[in-house]
């Protein structure tokens, strides 16, 4: 049987603009994905974020959700809109209010709030200001974090200042599938650097005001990326320093890589860092965030023959991996989830033990691992949602080798406690392991919920169910 350690914590996952609806109450501000959803022909099917999962107006339903499915944490996001309307200055008391109820409510039924500050939704006022490629964000940001930790200090376990700034820089400003929509690889860069600062910033910020038991994080979605063969090490690099160096490099070792800087010398000189900011960017955390999905495979092109652009960007668009252009993302061998994404959970194991080997003093937790799927709706009345299952067991046991193998991870959040807003994909896209029903927002466990309520309260994976007599 597969076991966990005895302190492992037993999360779920959601973020503010994907569940909790409400986008224009109670004196909340527009976010650059108000923006974005409300412009025809960037979200599929034009969804919206306006009514999301009701969340807002359904608190307790979903508090009491979360104590049933019996986890010890929630990882959530705060709506920074909703703080600051504006951005900065002045603060919208019943946004507070409304996480007060939320960590409040979390407190009493024993489960740890773990809190994201940064999930993605900057308040438009400051990306008509210039956004992430504007310095001056990330000052708002860590004034932000500052005024929020004063008012929720006490309660908040976890601080995880952004999450995946990978995203918010390459597919907010480079290739512009996500808010506000830029293509401008100079600016995405500069997001990078404003992002990893504000990290920093937000994270001393956090420390002279929230409870000093608490921890401090940052989520990153790091890309395990492997060569097709050998000759490929010089791609792997090269994807290696874009997506993960450039956001380990500072926060951690307190210093850009540099083949990155190389690697992007006709984009930018990145004269926008500034002395000290490496230094800034480097703040003690406690604990590092881990997303995983999927690997991702890469070789050398050799500039002639047609391109594999699996990456997701279609050919001619333009493209996330600003020092790729001699890059090429192969299509990995299947099966798939919905999103087209690869099942292989040995590219977590190997990440982890990367992580250990690299900062083998840095404990790590697994902020959001999960899977969409179409996820019917059997005669019965239940999702019979084995292939998540199969997912969530196969990550799980990654997890345990990981830790078998000497990497120290402290938990797991599953994406997502329930179906919701799924970015540019809308909601067709189902990762919940909770089934939201968009007509009527009820809430049906599906088949992998009661998997999952099984595996927190055994602390183990259970033995796989016999396969039918043949
Ligand atoms: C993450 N990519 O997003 C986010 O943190 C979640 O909000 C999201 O719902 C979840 O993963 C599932 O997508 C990502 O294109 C979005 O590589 C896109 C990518 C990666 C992560």
Redesign the pocket.
């Given at each position: 049987m597969t076991t966990f350690p005895d302190d492992f914590l037993w999360g779920t996952a959601t973020?503010a603009y994907?569940v909790e609806g409400a986008w224009n109450e109670d004196g909340r501000g527009p976010s650059i994905w108000d923006t974005f959803s409300h412009t025809p022909g960037l979200v599929t099917g034009g969804d919206t974020g306006d009514l999301a999962c009701d969340h807002y107006h359904r608190l307790e339903e979903d508090l009491d959700l979360l104590a049933a499915l019996g986890v010890g944490a929630y990882r959530f996001s705060i709506s920074w809109p909703r703080v600051l309307p504006g951005g900065g200055d002045r603060v919208n008391q019943a946004g507070l209010d409304f996480y007060r109820r939320l960590v409040d409510g979390l407190l009493t039924r024993n489960i740890a709030p773990v809190a994201t500050l940064y999930?993605?939704d900057l308040p438009q006022e400051l990306e008509d200001a210039g956004g992430w490629p504007n310095r001056d964000t990330a000052y708002r940001f860590a004034e932000y974090a500052r005024q929020t930790g004063e008012a929720l200090g006490d309660g908040v376990r976890t601080w995880i200042t952004l999450?995946?700034p990978w995203?918010s820089a390459y597919?907010g400003y480079g290739s512009g599938v996500h808010a506000p929509g830029r293509t401008d690889p100079a600016a995405a860069l500069a997001a990078v650097h404003h992002l990893n600062l504000g990290h920093g910033l937000a994270a001393r910020a956090l420390r002279e005001v929230v409870d000093p038991a608490a921890q401090v994080s940052v989520t990153l979605?790091l890309h395990h990326a492997r060569g097709v063969s050998e000759q490929d090490a010089e791609a792997v690099r090269r994807v290696d320093a874009l997506a993960n160096r450039a956001f380990l490099g500072p926060m951690l070792d307190g210093a850009y890589p540099r083949d990155l800087i190389d690697d992007t010398a006709s984009v930018t000189d990145w004269s926008f860092v500034k002395d000290g900011d490496e230094a800034t960017a480097a703040a003690p955390i406690e604990v590092l965030g881990v997303?995983y999905?999927n690997p991702i495979l890469v070789r050398q092109w050799d500039g002639t023959s047609a391109r594999d652009t699996a990456d997701?960007h279609a050919d001619g668009a333009a493209s996330p991996w600003i020092n790729c252009a001699d890059v090429e993302f192969v299509q990995q061998p299947g099966p798939y989830t919905e999103?087209g994404w690869n099942i292989d959970e040995t590219g977590l194991t190997e990440l982890l033990l990367r992580l250990r080997r690299d900062y083998p003093s840095l404990p790590v937790m697994i902020t959001?691992n999960g899977a969409?799927f179409p996820d019917e709706v059997s005669a019965d009345g239940r999702v019979h949602d084995d292939d998540r299952i199969d997912y969530l067991r196969r990550h799980l046991t990654a997890v345990a080798e990981a830790i078998e193998g000497g990497a120290d991870v402290r938990g797991y959040f599953l994406?997502?406690l329930m179906d919701?807003f799924?970015?540019a994909h809308g909601y067709g896209k189902r990762?919940g392991i909770v089934r939201v029903d968009r007509d009527t927002m009820e809430r049906t466990w599906k088949d992998s919920a009661r998997w999952y309520h099984d595996v927190v309260a055994a602390n183990a994976l259970p033995a796989e169910a016999a396969s039918p007599a043949s």
């Open positions: 973020a994907q999930h993605w999450n995946e995203c597919l979605n997303n999905y997701g999103m959001e969409a994406w997502s919701n799924e970015w990762f």
